[in-house]
């Protein structure tokens, strides 16, 4: 890898950063509409603290406590632990209907109602098998392991997971260590390009599943999939002649001046999310 000039992956790594500018830009078209009231964050943060205060210190180390699933059953003593709140994540549970059933027992049988977390280990893809993180960094193609970890988001969030422990960022030099598989190499620009992408699949995702309604994402998929395909090529245009001629500094600074210019919109005309279910969104970004 040391061998590849940097500009190429300096130039995908800008290619990603724009299409994720890009994105937004198209969310911001399709939602430009009066952003619905919305549960202020200290009403929010105040039901935290309620929840807090009411919490024994048994029930705090709870939420820290982590224990390994049972291969789709729920055996008695796990189901007792939930019950109890002595257990705040269960890890490599991947059976849909287990899973909402310990979600179930959390939520409705606990004395706090605190939903689990359900983690795993999607460090390659989850039902679609990808090539470990050090292969997809060898691509030296952003593009591409962004489009796998968006499958990989889209096959565990439909199997209940989550949480994932992924990417893993570290930059690895010793081969001696036993998880350098799961790196994206030695280089930290070619660590960081990857990583950014890897994140930014499930991000755009989730994203669209909030802002969108079902009836409305196909067609915003769609649309930003257009334009990043025409930004994309735009981009090994124009972008390897900004660093040429401008300079790293001088090409970034732009794009930095164009995110200062959109965050002002997002945030005035996307609609809030926090706290809500993608039943009322869908509700209030239903057409009027």
């Keep these: 890898m040391a061998g590849r000039p940097h500009c190429a992956i300096v130039a995908r790594h800008g290619r990603v950063a724009i299409r ?11 939602c430009v509409q009066p952003a619905p009231a919305a549960v202020p964050d200290r ?23 982590q224990v390994n699933g049972v291969a789709g059953r729920i055996p008695d003593d796990l189901r007792a632990s939930i019950q109890a709140g002595r257990i705040g994540s269960v890890l490599n549970e991947v059976d849909l209907a287990t899973v909402n ?6 939520v409705n049988e606990s ?38 970890a968006r499958v990989a988001a889209l096959e565990d969030a439909a199997s209940g997971v989550n949480w994932t422990f992924a990417p893993m960022v570290d930059v690895s030099r010793d081969p001696r260590w036993g998880r350098i598989a799961e790196s994206f190499g030695e280089d930290p620009y070619v660590s960081f390009a990857a990583s ?10 989730v994203l669209f599943s909030e802002l969108f309604s ?29 660093l040429q001629n401008l300079g790293n500094a001088t090409t970034f600074l732009i794009y930095a001046a164009f995110a200062l210019v959109g965050l002002p919109l997002i945030v005035k ?20």
């Design 214 to 242: 079902n009836r409305l994402r196909g067609i915003a998929i769609s649309f930003v999939g257009l334009i990043n395909s025409a930004v994309s090529f735009a981009v090994q245009l124009v972008f390897p002649w900004q």
């Design 43 to 65: 009403e929010i943060d105040a039901r935290v603290e309620r929840l807090l205060a009411r919490m024994t210190v048994a029930e705090t180390i709870g939420q820290l406590s």
């Design 111 to 148: 004395r706090l109602g605190i939903p689990l977390l359900i983690g795993r280990d999607v460090i390659h893809g989850f039902k679609t098998v990808l090539p470990i993180p050090l292969g997809q960094a060898a691509t030296w193609n952003p593009d591409l392991v962004e489009r796998g």
């Design 101 to 106: 059933e310990l979600q179930r027992i959390a």
């Design 269 to 288: 005309l996307l609609p809030e999310t926090k706290g809500k279910t993608l039943e009322a969104l869908e509700a209030e970004l239903r057409p009027r």
């Design 196 to 205: 950014f992408a890897m994140s930014l699949g499930p991000v755009m995702w």
């Design 20 to 30: 994720f500018a890009s994105a937004l830009a198209t969310m911001l078209l399709l």
